[in-house]
């Protein structure tokens, strides 16, 4: 059975930095994609970055180019490095795995892609 638990979150200012950790405690099974989402007061859960089993990485537009995604070489872990981070970036970060059923793109377009979540942590970015 898969259990996944993050760590990493927690309140910083605008233009630093964060990174939000996953680890897989159940079931050893590396061939999975991996996804994180964000999910704001009052909003829906979006995807924000994504690896799947090949080491192929997504990241939404409003990340691109700020946020890293890495897996652990045994694939029960991966690790999103965050930069420059804005207010905007503030939520509840889930992390959330499942086989590769899709290309990764398409995966974390939508939460039901996703079988196995995380309890979630949280970002608070001020300005």
């Known amino acids: 059975q898969v259990r996944l638990e993050e760590s990493g979150g927690g309140s910083v200012l605008a233009g630093e930095s964060l990174k939000l950790s996953c680890v897989n405690r159940g079931f050893v099974y590396s061939r999975y994609c991996w996804g994180w989402f964000r999910q704001a007061p009052g909003k829906e859960r979006q995807g924000v970055v994504g690896i799947d089993k090949n080491g192929t990485t997504t990241y939404s537009e409003s990340v691109k180019g700020r946020f890293t995604i890495s897996r652990g070489s045994a694939g029960m872990d991966v690790t999103v490095q965050m930069r420059d981070l804005k207010p905007e970036d503030s939520g509840m970060y889930y992390c959330?795995?499942?086989?590769?059923?899709?290309?990764?793109?398409?995966?974390?377009?939508?939460?039901?892609?996703?079988?196995?979540w995380g309890e979630g942590t949280q970002v608070t970015v001020s300005s």
């Open positions: 959330a795995l499942d086989h590769c059923h899709d290309p990764i793109a398409t995966m974390i377009e939508d939460v039901e892609n996703f079988g196995y």
